[in-house]
């Protein structure tokens, strides 16, 4: 293969494509409108209304009449809104989205010459999309479920879309099992039950018969498939791609996004009653970062393995099934995004945004992978019968770099290409094709042999491996989770066939957690299993990830008050949360307004307890005030807030006499309170008995092993929840 010069490549582009603005939200302000009061309501075709409200009809002032078929604005109004949806997605019909912006700290250019990848003065303009994988657009943003992660680079040469999940590995090798795969866990067919779940037969009799997606499953039922946050995720390309580098080399490479925040998950019981207390949970957090200025942030990173060393591992690299484990392949961190923008409109950006695994640069290829190469050819097709044949011209799709090729016509074209010939050769050499060195795509001349066969590799026959790799890597806590994830998902199994195979299933990754299983669950408790190699890797754990620095930016933190709460508890709290970026609300028994103890001040507070409820939030503050707190105390919705936030592992603060409150609400006598004005912290319940002047003061310094009280409750949140409560049993006893 010629060598290719990235520079020359970019120059000669220039000359002959024009300049090219990098900026896509300038691109999409080219169909971008506002709406103002100084504008008239006119019909589509632009003819200006009188009214919006009444439809032409044969009608005086004593006798409604018959509607007028005549009126073309109310024919438009209904029969525009009548044909308004679209197919959802086939899969991932959930989802929420934000632009931003890629830039490599690292070039790449010994693996790659894709400036993306390799031009660290480059800013790359994206989109990216998040989702559920089973649910309906309609359905919750907490459930259970893989979350994709879909990046649309706008680059300089060209659309790259690298559509990805937050889990590393997928549930098949190859894709034509993708149909099986899916309808195993869509609501079933006969009665369209259960809706975004996993915990149902069908799913589980597929899992068990088909023994490839056993590494898979214990991921998706791992703390990954429930995620605190979009912005508390990985992002994982799976497939194995291929990237070239200017000698015209080849490697083999894995992609992977890392967020600054940390990756952290709710607990189970939160995502559950999520879903029906809130279910966008997920996208409004994502947006409420945004418009806060709290922009998520991910380091990009890429696993390379040379070309000659594809045959040195004990799988196959080209298995989606299959990690490559971190001490043998290390993740390079090359990259930064940052979301920073929230859409304008979700239809024409979120939900028509159309991701292609098929869209690369040079310098990307693809690999032998073979569920790569289906997933190739399903997504082109996807969009035509979901947007259309001209997907492609949609704002939000169309590239920032000049288009110009002889594909013509179709629904919806809106391009207009001037000249005669919309062929290739033609007698005026219009649009010639690119040369190598103008920036045309060239594929790695790659040698191909083989019989033509329906076969897979050798490799590819072992499914438990990585199983027991990824169960061996997990924290004590994780494995409780996983745990308690199969006794939920296998109780919704009615079927005894379905759960009792699966209980023996799990024996092939490690007889502990089968036998915990079963004996829940009420299958037949295996007595022995395959042998489990022992071996751990690292960068499996999300304990392994977390926040780069300690921070408490964006966690949402309730306050929770009465008439009569303590003001320099409250304003101090108040103030120091909003400096630390961290969301504060108060929650009121009652929305209105609420007075101070000493009468000096009254605040509106941001919702009631009735209205909101501890899901929502990360952690808990209780300021005192002798009326607040006996308020509280009477209310048994204020007594459920402090018990589930505490079930739900989150950091609870209580001052002055709000203390006591929360050691009745908890009533446990492992967790202990202040007596004194000395801070305590009992599994991250962190209590201050006596305020002074200067307890809580606003400038705090998150790190470990802190004294004052803010500074201790904030620490606390910043370690996302207390895995001490849950190790020492105490979370279940209270009732929540
Ligand atoms: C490595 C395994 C896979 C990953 C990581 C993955 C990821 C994703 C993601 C993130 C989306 C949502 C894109 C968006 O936000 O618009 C998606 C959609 C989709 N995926 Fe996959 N997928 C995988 C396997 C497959 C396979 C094997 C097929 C088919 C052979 C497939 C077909 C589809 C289709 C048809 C959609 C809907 C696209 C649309 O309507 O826009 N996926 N996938």
Same mark, same amino acid.
């Given at each position: 293969m010629a060598n290719i010069l990235p520079q020359t490549m970019e120059k000669v582009q220039h000359a002959v494509l024009g300049p090219r603005g990098g900026d896509k939200v300038s691109d999409l302000g080219k169909n971008t409108k506002e709406m103002t009061n100084k504008m008239r309501l006119t019909t589509d075709y632009g003819v200006k209304q009188t009214t919006a409200d009444d439809w032409l009809k044969a009608v005086d002032k004593d006798q409604a009449g018959p509607l007028l078929l005549e009126d073309p604005f109310a024919r438009e109004r209904i029969m525009r809104f009548d044909h308004e949806r679209i197919p959802e997605r086939v899969v991932h019909a959930r989802g929420t989205g934000a632009f931003g912006k890629f830039r490599v700290f690292e070039s790449a250019e010994d693996v790659t010459f894709a400036?993306?990848?390799?031009?660290?003065?480059?800013?790359?303009?994206?989109?990216?999309?998040?989702?559920?994988?089973?649910?309906?657009?309609?359905?919750?943003?907490?459930?259970?479920? +893989?979350?994709?992660?879909?990046?649309? #680079?706008y680059t300089q040469e060209g659309i790259w879309d690298l559509v990805g999940n937050d889990i590393p590995v997928f549930f098949i090798q190859d894709a034509i099992k993708f149909p099986d795969v899916i309808h195993a866990g869509k609501p079933e067919p006969h009665n369209e039950v259960p809706q975004a779940q996993?915990?149902?037969?069908?799913?589980?009799d597929f899992q068990y018969n088909h023994t490839e997606a056993t590494h898979m499953f214990m991921w998706a039922m791992s703390d990954r498939a429930i995620p605190r946050s979009y912005r508390m995720m990985q992002g994982f390309g799976v497939n194995t791609f291929t990237l070239i580098n200017a000698k015209g080399e080849r490697h083999f490479v894995k992609f992977t996004w890392t967020p600054e925040l940390g990756v952290h998950s709710l607990v189970w019981d939160e995502a559950l009653k999520l879903a029906g207390q809130d279910p966008d949970f997920h996208r409004k957090d994502l947006w409420e970062a945004i418009e806060n200025g709290v922009y998520p942030k991910w380091k990009f990173g890429i696993q390379v393995i040379p070309e000659a060393d594809e045959h040195k591992f004990d799988f196959d690299i080209l298995d989606a099934t299959k990690i490559w484990p971190e001490d043998l392949v290390p993740t390079r961190y090359i990259g930064e995004m940052e979301l920073n923008r929230n859409p304008d409109e979700f239809f024409p950006q979120t939900e028509q945004i159309?991701?292609?695994?098929?869209?690369?640069?040079?310098? &990307?290829?693809?690999?032998?992978?073979?569920?790569?190469?289906?997933?190739?050819?399903?997504? #082109?097709?996807?969009?035509?019968?979901?947007?259309?044949?001209?997907?492609? @011209?949609?704002?939000?799709?169309?590239?920032?770099?000049? +288009?110009?090729?002889?594909?013509?016509?179709?629904?919806?074209?809106?391009? &207009?290409?001037?000249?005669?010939?919309?062929?290739?050769?033609?007698?005026?050499?219009?649009?010639?094709?690119?040369?190598? @060195? @103008?920036?045309?795509?060239?594929?790695?001349?790659?040698?191909?042999?083989?019989?033509?066969?329906?076969?897979?590799?050798?490799?590819?026959?072992?499914? #438990?491996?990585?199983?027991?790799?990824?169960?061996?890597?997990?924290?004590?806590v994780e494995k409780n989770h996983i745990i308690n994830a199969f006794m939920f998902e296998l109780d919704h199994c009615e079927d005894p066939v379905v759960y009792g195979r699966m209980v023996k299933r799990l024996a092939d990754i490690d007889l502990g957690l089968a036998q915990t299983v079963a004996e829940m669950v009420g299958g037949e408790i295996p007595k022995e299993g395959r042998p489990n190699h022992g071996r751990k890797a690292p960068a499996l754990s999300q304990t392994e990830f977390p926040a780069v620095k300690p921070t408490i930016a964006s966690r949402r933190i309730a306050i929770l008050i009465g008439d009569g709460y303590d003001p320099i508890s409250f304003s101090g709290a108040y103030a120091a949360i909003t400096a630390a970026l961290a969301i504060p609300l108060v929650i009121g028994t009652k929305r209105s307004k609420v007075t101070s103890s000493d009468g000096s001040t009254s605040v509106q507070p941001h919702h009631h307890l009735e209205g909101f409820r501890s899901t929502m939030v990360d952690a808990l503050f209780i300021p005192g005030g002798e009326g607040s707190v006996r308020t509280l105390g009477k209310n048994g919705r204020a007594l459920h807030w402090i018990r589930e936030a505490f079930g739900h592992l989150k950091t609870i603060g209580a001052t002055g006499e709000a203390v006591n409150l929360v050691n009745t609400a908890i009533g446990l006598p492992e967790v202990t309170v202040s007596d004194s004005g000395e801070v305590h912290d009992s599994y991250g319940v962190v209590t201050l008995r006596e305020i002074k002047p200067g307890s809580l003061s606003e400038a705090v310094t998150i790190a470990k092993g802190a004294k004052g009280f803010l500074e201790s409750f904030f620490w606390n949140i910043s370690q996302h929840r207390n895995w001490d409560r849950e190790l020492a049993g105490l979370h279940t006893q209270v009732a929540y």
């Open positions: 400036p993306v990848l390799t031009d660290t003065s480059r800013e790359t303009p994206v989109f990216v999309r998040f989702s559920t994988v089973l649910g309906s657009r309609g359905s919750a943003d907490t459930v259970r479920d +893989v979350r994709g992660f879909a990046t649309k #680079f996993s915990a149902h037969n069908n799913f589980w159309a991701f292609c695994t098929s869209h690369v640069v040079p310098g &990307i290829g693809f690999s032998d992978d073979p569920l790569l190469q289906g997933r190739n050819f399903s997504y #082109f097709d996807t969009q035509i019968s979901r947007l259309g044949v001209n997907f492609q @011209e949609l704002p939000i799709n169309r590239p920032v770099c000049p +288009v110009m090729n002889f594909n013509r016509d179709g629904a919806m074209r809106h391009t &207009i290409t001037r000249g005669t010939v919309n062929y290739w050769p033609n007698r005026f050499e219009i649009c010639p094709p690119a040369s190598h @060195e @103008e920036g045309g795509y060239v594929e790695y001349a790659q040698k191909v042999v083989g019989m033509k066969a329906r076969m897979r590799s050798e490799k590819f026959k072992e499914h #438990f491996n990585q199983a027991q790799l990824f169960w061996n890597s997990m924290s004590a």
